[in-house]
């Protein structure tokens, strides 16, 4: 195996000792590579002669020199409520490094054995569960949606135990950071002002370096300002792709605004603007409109653990550009869909009647947008075709071609920009399924194959019309078990 292009560091280690517990991997047995990301590991610097020379690292039998592996504490608001005892349970950051271009990749490793944080869990991971992050995070990065990486998958032989007898797997997750918003509560709430402020310096230092010199209560105040604004803007991108996270706890917040731990997530199919992706949410706290809120109330959360550090002035003001965040980039992201380059003030009804016509006549979400993006070329049928009741969709698209008319562009031009934002291709739930219960029959071939299918989420792809399409009855409202 040669390692080029890349520098080692262990940025992290120079926090205060609570941060972290140095903890090796517990072995698995007989890996098998599943995937991996060769497109991804030649932009971090890691040469790749043969990708199964990893499997023995992600089964955690070797580590390469170098590595220093820990688990990372924090602790967080889960479901709302304060839980002190989490942390790393089962994943290990083995090292950072820093590639070819400058950027920082954290390697963790998921599903490495117990830790210190394991509670009661056994610090595995399951290969549904680390295919279902696998495809995800890949999709959402070619969606263009800031989002944590996936670098390898490997499958084990070593049974788990979940609702019933599963099989190991790890994953090679990389980010530029996985610095929590839960990291803020863990030293405010229980290591005092020196391990809040070593951290919060950490974190400028690499991931906000332009505030650096910044003096410091005008630093604080920015950093915290866009950590704010980039979780209001991620939330947005999530709204307007029809993406549901299912576990927004505050130590599932990443601090640079990435998309962070793939649990339950789902695309929506037909828009369902209360649809609850995760089955042990009863109450909906994290339902999909329920996101925007949900997104705000952790940034509460991390602002209120930065009350040792800043004046309460600089956190209230650096709370109120959530909103505008917010709005700003969801009504142009909608603008953009919708195919609107003249700024009309009465586009925001048309928008918010767009979400109340497709909630209420159940109408599938990519897909309208995607109709809306030939409207011209392909004509009204792929978009009426997906009302029950047609006179609705024509009521709507005769509404819609009329406010077409103030707009300049040619209609190609529209069609092109309006092509590059909505997608033709998702990850929808049925179609994780099916390569999933092709990968636990030792087939990946459907798993390779959908990831590049998700690749290129805004191309025609003709040829794969068929990942296109609406989900089968079996494959609609799937229970997605919480459990990884
Ligand atoms: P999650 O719901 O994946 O965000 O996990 C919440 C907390 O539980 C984190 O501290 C995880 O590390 C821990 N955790 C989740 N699953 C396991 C497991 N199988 N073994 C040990 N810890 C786990
Ligand atoms: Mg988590």
């Given amino acids: 195996m040669t390692l080029t292009d890349f520098r080692v560091e262990h940025r992290y280690l120079n926090l205060p000792d609570a941060f972290y517990s140095r903890v090796y991997p517990t072995p698995l047995h007989q890996p098998r590579m599943v995937c991996f990301n060769s497109a991804l590991a030649e932009e971090m610097g890691v040469a790749v002669d043969e990708p199964e020379q990893w499997a ?15 688990a990372m504490k924090y602790t967080g608001h889960q479901f709302g409520m304060y839980n002190p005892d989490l942390g790393d349970g089962r994943g290990l950051l083995l090292w950072e490094t820093v590639g070819p271009d400058g950027r920082r990749w954290d390697w963790h490793l998921l599903g ?4 210190p944080f394991s509670r009661f869990g056994d610090g595995r991971a399951v290969l549904r569960s680390s295919i279902r992050e696998y495809l995800c995070s890949e999709a959402m990065h070619f969606l263009g949606i800031p989002t944590t990486r996936a670098l390898f998958l490997v499958s084990c032989k070593d049974p788990v135990r979940r609702e019933s007898i599963e099989t190991a797997a790890t994953l090679m997750r990389v980010a530029q950071s996985h610095i929590r918003f839960g990291h803020f509560e863990f030293a405010a709430h229980h290591q005092g002002k020196d391990a809040l402020q070593a951290l919060t310096d950490h974190t400028i230092g690499l991931y906000f370096s332009d505030l650096e010199a910044l003096p410091e209560r005008q630093r604080y ?11 209001a803007r991620l939330i947005a991108d999530w709204q307007a792709v029809g993406f549901c996270h299912g576990v927004m706890n505050s130590d599932n917040m990443s601090i640079i605004g990435d998309t962070f731990d793939y ?5 929506l199919d037909d828009f369902d603007a209360g649809y609850i992706c995760n089955h042990t949410d009863q109450g909906g706290r994290y339902a999909y409109n329920r996101q925007p809120q ?18 309460e002035d600089d956190i209230l003001d650096a709370l109120r550009h959530y909103e505008q965040a917010y709005n700003d980039h969801f ?6 869909k919708l195919g609107l380059a003249e700024t009309r003030e009465k586009d925001i ?12 006549h159940h109408v599938d979400y990519t897909l309208f947008f995607r109709g809306l993006s030939n409207l011209a070329s392909k004509g009204p049928a792929p978009i009426r075709d997906l009302f029950v009741d047609r006179q609705v969709a024509d009521n709507w698209l005769e509404r819609y071609q009329e406010r077409l008319k103030e707009e ?3 209609d190609a031009e529209r069609e092109t920009a309006m092509r590059a934002i909505n997608p033709k291709y998702i990850l929808r739930n049925y179609l994780a399924q099916q390569v999933i219960q092709d990968a636990q029959g030792g087939n990946y071939e459907p798993m390779h194959k959908l990831l590049e299918v998700l690749k290129l989420p805004f191309d025609e792809q003709p040829e794969n019309e068929a990942y296109a399409a609406m989900p089968p009855d079996w494959g609609r409202h799937l229970n997605i078990s919480c459990s990884s």
């Fill in 349 to 360: 009804d048309l928008i918010m009647e767009t979400f109340s016509m497709l909630h209420e």
């Fill in 112 to 115: 490495a054995g117990q830790t």
């Fill in 263 to 267: 649990g339950p997530y789902a695309f």
């Fill in 221 to 231: 105040h920015r950093w915290l300002a866009e950590v704010v604004k980039r979780t």
């Fill in 294 to 311: 949900i997104g705000f109330t952790n940034c509460q959360f991390l602002a209120r653990a930065m009350a040792p550090l800043m004046e």
């Fill in 408 to 410: 300049s562009r040619s």
């Fill in 56 to 70: 023995a690292i992600g089964a955690g039998q070797e580590l390469l020199e170098g590595m220093d592996p820990v």
């Fill in 331 to 336: 009504l142009d992201t909608l603008r953009r």
